[in-house]
Nanobody, 114 residues
Framework: QVQLVESGGGLVQAGGSLRLSCAAS????????MGWYRQAPGNQRELVAH???????NYADSVKGRFTISRDNAKNTVYLQMNSLKPEDTAVYYC????????WGQGTQVTVSS
């Protein structure tokens, strides 16, 4: 069974940084577009960044210039470096394929205080 395990979240002040990691079991990262999603209370889950198998990236306008997605296919891990965090970035962050075909993991909570 494929599992997605997100980590690296926490509480940070506005302007701070966090680095999220997502490790997967039994998934061939090298053959799939990977993405980071987030869901804030009362909101739908949204895709904030994704990375292709060749390393091409794309970002939601709300995070462009502040977040950087990367992947390590040898480690089956995708990362999200988040800089200049804002309170509106507060959410549970998840990784998944793009489109999100896999079952969701538990996510990692990111809380940004003002």
């Amino acid at each position: 069974q494929v599992q997605l395990v997100e980590s690296g979240g926490g509480l940070v002040q506005a302007g701070g940084s966090l680095r999220l990691s997502c490790a997967a079991s039994r998934i061939i990262f090298s053959k799939n577009v990977m993405g980071w999603y987030r869901q804030a209370p009362g909101n739908q889950r949204e895709l904030v960044a994704h990375i292709t198998t060749t390393g091409l990236t794309n970002y939601a306008d709300s995070v462009k210039g502040r977040f950087t997605i990367s992947r390590d296919n040898a480690k089956n891990t995708v990362y999200l470096q988040m800089n200049s965090l804002k309170p509106e970035d507060t959410a549970v962050y998840y990784c998944n394929l793009v489109p999100a075909f896999l079952s969701w993991g538990q996510g990692t909570q990111v809380t940004v205080s003002s």
